[in-house]
T-cell receptor, first 116, second 118 residues
Framework: GAVVSQHPSWVICKSGTSVKIECRSLDFQATTMFWYRQFPKQSLMLMAT?????????EQGVEKDKFLINHASLTLSTLTVTSAHPEDSSFYICSAPHQSSYNEQFFGPGTRLTVL | AQKITQTQPGMFVQEKEAVTLDCTYD???????LFWYKQPSSGEMIFLIYQGSYDEQNATEGRYSLNFQKARKSANLVISASQLGDSAMYFCAMREIDRGSTLGRLYFGRGTQLTVWP
């Protein structure tokens, strides 16, 4: 099946710094990618929809100035957590639907962010 | 209202037995898709099975089958012959296809933690 990668797989940073997470579709083009956040023992919550060549669409309650999304190419979307705080510590997962497959979305392996 | 409801926070099953994980959904769309994902402790989301709303037959993938009851809006996952490696969190998810793009977002349930014991 199609492959989606994420980098880094884990990151520890100090409070107040910014962290960039990359999501790449390795063998297909993705005009749309989704960013989810998952707190321990909880479900995946959609944060935003990343659209290639246009602005991201954010879910209600997600601060667009804090979680910057850039979908610069058909294979890369980035999520930047600006001025991170301990409450931003979470598991961030991206997914990309395959345009030729209506039956599956492909998930990245996730990035575990810890803010000290 | 929640679009996906998983009422079992935890389930236990003995190895080699079958187990059913419950999922109900809520949508007014006629065209939608239902998914089950497995998430082991490593965090990766592993796609298990898909059922389209117009599929007349229940989906099956190896030891996984989806018991699709459209009138009840339920999409239960049945795992046959459980293995120790099946221990993980299982998420039911839905994509509403009618609303614009077919490449739409997924709505997830809260998940069911399955533990398989020897």
């Amino acid at each position: 099946g199609a492959v989606v990668s994420q980098h880094p797989s884990w990151v520890i940073c100090k409070s107040g710094t910014s962290v960039k997470i990359e999501c790449r579709s390795l063998d297909f083009q993705a005009t749309t990618m989704f960013w989810y956040r998952q707190f321990p023992k909880q479900s995946l919550m959609l944060m935003a929809t990343s659209n290639e060549g246009s602005k991201a669409t954010y879910e209600q309650g997600v601060e667009k100035d804090k979680f910057l999304i850039n979908h610069a190419s058909l294979t890369l979307s980035t999520l930047t957590v600006t001025s991170a705080h301990p409450e931003d510590s979470s598991f961030y997962i991206c997914s990309a639907p395959h345009q030729s497959s209506y039956n599956e979305q492909f998930f990245g392996p996730g990035t575990r962010l810890t803010v000290l | 209202a929640q679009k996906i409801t998983q009422t079992q926070p935890g389930m236990f099953v003995q190895e080699k037995e079958a187990v059913t994980l419950d999922c109900t959904y809520d949508t007014s769309d006629q065209s939608y898709g239902l998914f089950w994902y497995k998430q082991p402790s490593s965090g990766e989301m592993i796609f298990l099975i898909y059922q389209g709303s117009y599929d007349e037959q229940n989906a099956t993938e190896g030891r996984y089958s989806l018991n699709f009851q459209k009138a009840r809006k339920s999409a239960n996952l049945v795992i046959s012959a459980s293995q120790l490696g099946d221990s993980a969190m299982y998420f039911c998810a839905m994509r509403e296809i009618d609303r614009g793009s077919t490449l739409g977002r997924l709505y997830f349930g809260r998940g069911t933690q399955l533990t398989v014991w020897p």
